[in-house]
């Protein structure tokens, strides 16, 4: 099938590459001429584990091209994704200008029949505004899918090629068939296509990742709980994940979810109940939870120092919101440095693969380090904010020689309790009871 994806971030770039990779001809269109110029001459632009193998040997077949011109891009296409950004705006609310500007464009340049699929996340009832932008232009028929995404970073090509579920919403029974063609590789072992209307498949993915939401925030709270009465959170969590119900994974505490999807998403739904006039209170606790955790380990850190951290110096692990990725966005860590400097301390920070980003945001206010344990050096604490899998089994006796205090702050609880206490280290994690002296 010969398919354009509009977008080349990071939804657009793995939709479009993966695509490819079952044979379809792929066009992705972006405005950025700079962008489309470096994706055409081989130079992936977003770090993802397992695409740039696709992408160099897709743009090799000629299965995968990249133009600025949306009129080049959309010629020959049976089906035209639109991957575009959808940000909070002042309200909370998705700005949904990007999506309407090009669906806008579509409709002056639509000459036979195109299937417009929305793959950003957007709010209920978008579908019905990109018929309307595209129909107040356009003398062909033309079907608008939604067709929401859920890849996980980091493993977004496992997501794509082999997803639990497709959901693909739209009433009309022409596009369901392209669409159902279209997805059907990618589903061999089993797992459905939901086919709904427009509205249920966009509040879908609102929902499953509230959802996911919901459990990290309640798991957050039942480990402060668990500090309080001396319960140990481990345990709780694998007495409750063991119910089918309630599941093993996403119960994991830690200093709070980021990136580019829960925080935007959450606080999206709020505002579309509010728009309801609907007041969505389970998830502006969730997001309240949310903010606080991400501190959760400063108040410990504090009375470490006797409520003193001027002077102190700090190392940190791990900058991207979680580990095999460069994203800092919404990234715990960034809140944790604002709140180390602001309380008069220095900061040494270390990650695998998002220093750059941290670098264009902080700049020289920290300290970059070339390796993690050079970013021990002259520290008088080490803080862990993402479990990258180098910080899993550290050099132990490294870490002892370097620190000035034997202290360590995990917000993602990597390490056996009573093994650190063995160690000789003050250790604080997240939710879990004290070692035995
Ligand atoms: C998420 C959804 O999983 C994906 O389906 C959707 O399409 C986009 O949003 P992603 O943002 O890549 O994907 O990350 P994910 O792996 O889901 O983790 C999200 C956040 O939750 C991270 O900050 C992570 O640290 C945190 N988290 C996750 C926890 O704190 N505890 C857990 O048990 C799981």
């Known amino acids: 099938m010969k398919i354009t994806v509009v977008g080349t971030g990071y939804v657009g770039l793995v939709t479009g ?10 066009t992705c269109v972006d405005i950025d001429a700079n962008k489309v110029k470096k994706l055409s001459a081989g130079q992936i632009t977003i770090y993802e584990p397992g695409l740039e193998k696709l ?21 020959d296409a049976e089906v035209i994704f639109l991957a575009l950004p959808t940000p909070p705006g002042e309200d909370g609310a998705a700005d949904l200008s990007f999506v309407l500007y090009v669906a806008d464009q579509l409709g002056k ?36 899918v939604s067709n929401p995404e859920f890849l996980r970073e980091g493993v977004a090509v496992d997501d794509f090629m082999k997803p639990d579920r497709v959901v693909i919403g739209t009433t009309s029974e022409r596009a369901r068939k392209v669409m159902g063609e279209l997805y059907a590789p990618f589903v061999r072992q089993g797992n459905p296509v939901l086919f709904m209307d427009e509205k249920s498949a966009e509040l879908t993915k609102y929902a499953a990742n509230s959802f996911l939401a919901t459990k990290i925030s309640f798991m957050n709270e039942i480990a402060i709980l668990c500090e309080r009465l001396g319960a140990d959170v481990d345990m709780v969590r694998r007495g409750i994940g063991s119910d089918d119900r309630i599941g093993k994974r996403f119960l994991f505490p830690g200093i709070g979810y980021g990136g580019s999807c829960f925080p935007k998403d959450v606080q999206a739904l709020v505002k579309s109940s509010e728009d309801a006039q609907y007041d969505f209170k389970i998830l502006n606790a969730v997001m309240d939870v949310n903010e606080k955790q991400k501190l959760f380990l400063l108040p410990k850190i504090k009375a470490y120092f006797k409520n003193n951290l001027k002077g102190k110096h700090f190392a940190l692990w791990g900058l991207a919101f979680k580990p ?17 400097l602001a309380e008069g301390a220095t900061v040494s920070v270390f990650d695998p693969e998002a220093m750059g980003n941290v670098k264009q945001i902080v ?11 050079t970013c021990l050096d002259n520290a008088d604490a080490l803080i862990i904010a993402t479990e990258w899998s180098v910080f899993r089994t550290p050099d132990f006796h490294k870490i002892s020689a370097t620190l000035k205090n034997q202290a360590i702050f995990d917000g993602r609880n990597l390490f056996e309790v009573q093994r650190m206490k063995e160690l000789g280290y003050h250790y604080e994690s997240v939710g879990r009871i004290p070692a035995i002296s």
């Open 17 to 26: 590459t993966c695509f490819a990779e079952t044979g379809n001809e792929v």
């Open 55 to 75: 992408f160099e040997r897709n743009l090799k077949e000629e299965r995968l091209s990249f133009t600025t011109s949306l009129e080049e891009g959309i010629k």
């Open 109 to 144: 340049l639509l000459t036979d029949y195109k299937v417009i699929v929305d793959k950003s996340t957007v709010p209920v009832g978008t579908a019905e505004k990109v018929i309307a932008a595209i129909a107040k232009n356009c003398k062909t028929p033309f079907d608008v």
């Open 324 to 340: 095999n990725t460069d994203d800092i966005r919404e990234a715990p860590a960034l809140y944790i440095i604002d709140a180390l």
């Open 363 to 373: 700049g020289d206010k920290i300290i970059y380090a070339e390796h993690q344990y």
